[in-house]
């Protein structure tokens, strides 16, 4: 009996991780160089997820900013494609690892997060945009 219900139980436990709804998306962290390449490679929506005013020290080219500390976030990222890559970037890659979970869980299907964020692009030698 306890062994059938240890079977059981290992039955239920797999069943339920399994039906974890994920959408079928992964977050994968890229580097820089990575980044550069999906940037370079693919029709990409890149986000800024830093404040407005962080982003007056500079950003990475062709990046939106949708400020994940907003009231207003959680509708602002649902304005995003689902269908089309996504990479998230933020000051050092907190807030961006936090938003790549919620686009996850809203259905995105490619998700890339900027490994060390604004610090590693800009420590790696790449160009920043600066506000006008």
């Known amino acids: 009996m306890k062994r059938l219900l240890l079977v ?3 039955v239920a436990a797999s069943f339920l991780a399994s039906c974890e709804d994920d959408h079928g998306s992964e ?6 160089e990575e980044m550069q390449s999906l940037m370079e490679l693919e029709d990409v ?11 007056v ?7 939106q900013n949708i400020d994940f500390n907003s009231p207003t976030f959680d509708e602002d990222i649902l304005k995003l494609d689902k269908t089309k890559p996504v990479i998230l970037y933020c000051h ?7 938003c790549a979970k919620k686009l996850q869980e809203a259905g995105f299907i490619k998700i890339y997060d900027l490994k ?7 420590f790696e030698g790449f ?3 600066l506000a006008n």
């Open 127 to 129: 160009d920043l945009e």
């Open 57 to 63: 020290d500079g950003f990475i080219k062709n990046s």
């Open 116 to 122: 060390g964020g604004i610090t590693q692009w800009k």
């Open 45 to 55: 929506q890149l986000v800024d997820v830093r404040s407005a005013k962080e982003r």
């Open 27 to 32: 977050i994968k962290v890229v580097t820089p």
């Open 92 to 98: 050092a890659g907190g807030r961006s690892a936090k």
């Open 8 to 10: 059981f139980t290992v």
